[in-house]
């Protein structure tokens, strides 16, 4: 059976770092993160695919690095800010896709989602 588990997540304050991880069992093409805050749409944060293209929403980068081995996707974030707040959703897919096109739609498969807060 697929699945897609993430941990790391938590509570810190606005300045503070976490490190997310998603593990997985099969071989996927892309893969992402993806932040839905409470009454909010699911937005992407970052994808990287199996060659190792990356590409960052505009509110976190320099903050944000994705990155991924052969059984694990990571994120690390640092300077967090409370705008950075919501559960954060790890997505895959198998077919080959643009890191840059890829929305909620490309993606097949989904974690259960983490928490994180980021406040004073």
């Known amino acids: 059976q697929e699945r897609l588990v993430e941990s790391g997540g938590g509570s810190v304050q606005p300045g503070g770092s976490l490190r997310l991880s998603c593990a997985f069992s099969f071989s996927y093409y892309c893969m992402g993160w993806f932040r839905q805050g409470v009454g909010n749409e699911r937005v992407k944060v970052a994808a990287i695919s199996v060659g190792g293209d990356t590409d960052y929403a505009d509110a976190v980068k320099g903050r944000f690095t994705i990155s991924r081995d052969d059984d694990e996707m990571y994120l690390q974030m640092d300077n967090l800010k409370p705008d950075d707040t919501g559960m954060y959703y790890c997505?895959?897919?198998?077919?080959?896709?643009?890191?840059?096109?890829?929305?909620?739609?490309?993606?097949?498969?989904w974690g259960q989602g983490t928490q994180v807060t980021v406040s004073p």
């Open positions: 997505a895959a897919t198998k077919w080959i896709c643009s890191v840059i096109d890829a929305t909620q739609e490309t993606f097949r498969w």
